[in-house]
């Protein structure tokens, strides 16, 4: 890793689905790189179902645990339309690797927001690479649901700055 450069990934789902716990993995997979990380994280609705995000950044020196819009390396979507909101937070060219099976989100159900008829297709508009696929069959073929954010993690593990086999160890 270059010593200067931050590495920014914006994890992003529903309440449920395992977006902390994610989260939580690669800042200690990251801290165990020996890299200052910081994490931040929004749990909407406090509850299963609502709105979570989590930023985790890291480095050599890392001020802020904030990704500002068009800075994030990776986003992780654990919920595609919720992928589609954040998609303006990574930085062009870079990588978002989204899970198609859908969990409507409560802006959705709420009629805040519109699910989008291809949030794959708009993302790429936004000149992003986009991994789209169905993590909760893969992780129901593995034997359990739950293993859905290890899936997901397991789909990023290639384009983090560090083995995949530090993920394994947290």
């Not at 914006?10 to 902390?20: F, H, K, N, T, Y």
């Not at 165990?32 to 930023?55: F, I, L, N, Y």
């Not at 890392?62 to 919920?79: K, N, R, T, W």
Request: aromatic fraction near 6%; hydrophobic fraction near 45%; include cysteine.
């Amino acid at each position: 890793m270059n010593d200067d450069k931050i590495t920014n990934i914006l994890v992003c789902g529903i309440g449920g689905q395992g977006v902390m716990t994610a989260a939580d993995i690669l800042a200690e997979a990251a801290l165990r790189q020996g890299w200052d990380v910081k994490k931040t994280e929004v749990a909407g609705m406090a509850q299963r179902g609502g709105v979570v995000t989590s930023h985790v950044r890291f480095g050599r020196k890392v001020l802020s645990p904030q990704i500002g819009p068009g800075q994030a390396d990776i986003l992780l979507g654990f919920e595609i339309a919720e992928a589609l909101r954040w998609a303006n937070y990574v930085r062009r060219g870079g990588l978002a690797v989204v899970n198609t099976s859908r969990f409507v989100p409560p802006v959705v159900t709420g009629g805040l927001f519109e699910y989008p008829a291809d949030p794959v297709r708009q993302m790429r508009r936004l000149g992003l690479e986009v991994h789209a696929f169905d993590a909760a069959a893969t992780a129901l073929a593995l034997g359990d649901l739950r293993l859905g954010n290890t899936v997901m993690l397991g789909a990023i593990a290639e384009h983090l700055p560090f083995p995949a086999d530090v993920l394994l160890e947290c």
